[in-house]
Structures are given as C-alpha cells and as structure tokens.
C-alpha cells in the first residue's frame, strides 16, 4: 500500500521543521502575514466564469440545514483515474515558453504526473448527486458544534466512532506550547485565526468528525468517484482548469524548494496555510467547484485500497467494504502541484488530525 500523505508530511516537515510541522522560520514576509490574519467577508456565491466544458454546464442549489452552495452533477460517465501515457508527458506541456526548468521539476515534483493507485484509467457510470461549492468553512463547522454541545452527537456519530470523541478541530485548541512563548508568536506566520477564521476551510477534522458534520447537515461525504467526476469533469483533465499547470489558481505549496528564488518568502498563491473558501475563481472545476485542487485537503467517504481502480465496480463505486485507512483527495496548501491534481488518491487512518486536512460535503440529487 503506498501513501502519498506520508510524504507530503515529510515534505513539510524537512520544509518548515517537525514541531507539528508550524515552526516559525526566520523570515517574516508582512503581505503573507497580513493575508492569513485578514478578516474578511465570503464573497457571495456566483457562478463560475469556468472555462465551458462541451457538456457541463455550473448549476447551483442552496442546501439551507448548513448555509451551504452546492453544484449538481447530472448522472453521467467520466473518466476515472491516470492514464500510463500520462506519466511522461514533455516538460513544455507547462505554460509552454514561460515556465523555467526548474519549475517544471518543482510542479512535477517526486512523484511525476501518475502513481500506480491511480491507474489503470476507466470509465465509471455516476448518478446524478449534488457536492458543496466550497470546502466546509469554520463558519459552517461552529454551527455544527453548537448542535452538537446542544444535544449531543448520538444522531450523526458514525457506528465506529471512538467513544466520548470531542468532535472540536485540533487547530481550536492551543497545539503548539510555543504559542506562549512571545517571540515565537512574533516570528510565527500562522496565529489563532489562521485556522478559526469564518470564510476558511476547518482543517484539524477527522474523519469521524467529517462524518458527523455530514450527516448533522443532511448530507454525507461524496464517495471518491463522485469527487473525481466534480473535480475534473468527464475529460479526464490533470487539475481543476485544465492540463497546464498555472500558478495563482489554487493554494498549494509556493516558494519552498527554490521553485522560484525571486519570492524570497513569499508564496506565489498567497497563501502560507489553508485561505478563504472561493479564493481562486480561475481555478474552478468544470462543474463550479473551488478548491477541489490545494488549500484543504478532503476526506471522502471511501476506504482507501490501492487496486480499487483495476478492482472496484464501474456502476457508483462507492470503495470496498472494509480498510484500514480512507481516502482523501486533491492535495493541500502544502502540496507540489503533482500532487493536487485531481487523480491523486491520498489516504489516512479515521483518527488523523492535521492544519491540512478538511472535507466538503455531497448529497443524492
Ligand atoms: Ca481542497
């Protein structure tokens, strides 16, 4: 079984230090700072300016039990997974002409443009469902717990669930015992709003807790067919927006790894840890979805099996029936952009917490 996650950890681990992966660096790039601290309002949900896609056309609803935006996705096929042509494509696929070479081996990161998980490539058959816009916000999250501390969470806990689980984000809580320590706040790119702010993602959730906020708004976590089919849409693209890799349409890792030395600490998405929900419009799924590539990554409902590709059904996969770890999909703030793209299937025991970690919600349409 192969883990994707690990790596990503290791990645930011040998990038920022191992101190719950938040330690502070020497530098202090102020617009970074301003940006992640900001208070701002959630834009109003809008259709998406997406590029059209022959057949898919953005159709929003309002799901009201969590002030949510969803897109709906007609019943349809797609195709699922990487294909083996895809695992050497020329570096020049990258914004021909204007990307250095050491950006091309940055965006491609270790693991290329296709790992094994992802093949062979397929067709699934999908009926119709609808998927949030947006990754679950803070906002959105802070009303499920006043629900919860309310009346408990006996009617939305999955049968699994560790008994007496608080289902409050790691982030909530003081994590790191540095944050009492002056200098380190004053060096720190990341404060308590960081991870509590109303219009982004909540991260530090795990899947029990995705779960449960799920079935607590009337809905349940999209199976990883169906989040494939609304991150890419039917043509089997390599991110949201297309087969070219793009900075500034998603939140990913940026400056680390010398992809380029000019930003000297500031990252090219603008964003250090998980921004605003909706923060790159450009970067919009053919369906309308954001952020299906980087801020938060997103558990889904599945168990994670490495041959579920050559294995699992074609007709609604919904993943096998037992495991020891599900599925998370489309990378995070902290990710190269090999490994936000959309065929990408990273996974994680129930029980993981992590700044990067978060979820959307779907339900049957
Ligand atoms: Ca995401």
Known sequence: M???LPLILVIVAAAVGSELLLTPR???PATNAAADTATTTPAAPTLPATP??????PVEIRHGADNSVMMVVPAMEFTMGTSDAYSDLPANRLVPGRVKPTEIKFARGWEGWALEDERPQHNVRLKSFAIDRYEVTNAQYRMFLADVAEMGDERFRHADQPAGKDHTPRYWKEFNPLQKNPEFVKLAQFNAATFTQDDKPVVGVDWFDAYAYAKWAGKRLPTEAEWE???RGTDGRRWPWGNDWQWGLCNIVGEKFGADVRAKGKEKDGYIYPAPV???PAGRSPFGCDDMAGNAAE???DWYAADAYATGSTENPSGPQTGVERVVRGGS???LPSNTRCAVRAHREPEFKTFILGFRCAKDQ
């Open 26 to 28: 020497a530098e202090k």
């Open 278 to 280: 909706g923060t790159y």
């Open 333 to 335: 703030s902290q990710n």
């Open 229 to 231: 089919l609304a991150a």
């Open 52 to 57: 059209a896609v022959p057949g898919i056309k």
């Open 299 to 301: 558990w889904v409902a």
């Open 2 to 4: 192969r883990s994707i």
